[in-house]
């Protein structure tokens, strides 16, 4: 995707590393009200940017040796390691799918800097006739405005009670 078609922050963040790190920095002393305001805009923002499959936004805010715990049913083995890593991870997903989508159902501040996300995934290709439909919890850590480990187990369904 051409940088001069993306929304002014998702250039920011992309262009300006650096930068969009400290603002969120400084967004991280705000009071909670704005935190959650914030929060919930930068997730939608994440969520967008990977619907459109802009995975250089997605992950602009990753650290280079960040801790990257996939959807396990993506993923089997070791954890991609870094950056560079994670961001190959989900281009070969992007690959092998022709679609992509990611809908936001939950996200929450659970302590100064680390963030609970549910979120459902979709992945379609019609190449090879396959559809994946999962739920995860993400769990986000951030240290200096950036993303140093974020882990993504499966949401197990509850069991109805009888």
Request: no cysteine; hydrophobic share 40%; net charge negative.
């Amino acid at each position: 995707m051409q940088m001069n078609q993306r929304p002014l922050a998702d250039r920011v963040e992309v262009g300006l590393p650096n930068l969009a790190a400290f603002v969120a920095r400084i967004i991280g002393k705000f009071p909670t009200s704005i935190r959650r305001r914030v929060l919930q805009s930068a997730f939608d923002r994440a969520r967008d940017a990977f619907n459109r499959g802009d995975l250089e936004v997605v992950f602009a805010l990753f650290a280079p040796d960040v801790e990257y715990g996939p959807p396990p049913p993506l993923h089997e083995g070791g954890p991609p390691k870094g950056r560079a890593a994670v961001f190959e991870f989900w281009n070969g997903v992007f690959e092998r799918y022709d679609e992509n989508a990611i809908e936001n159902l939950s996200i929450d501040e659970v302590s100064s800097g680390s963030f609970v996300r549910r979120a459902r995934l979709v992945h379609r290709s019609v190449m090879i006739d396959e559809s994946l439909e999962y739920t995860v919890i993400q769990t986000t850590n951030l240290e200096g405005g950036r993303v140093i480990r974020q882990v993504n187990v499966l949401d197990a369904p509850k069991a109805s009670e009888t």
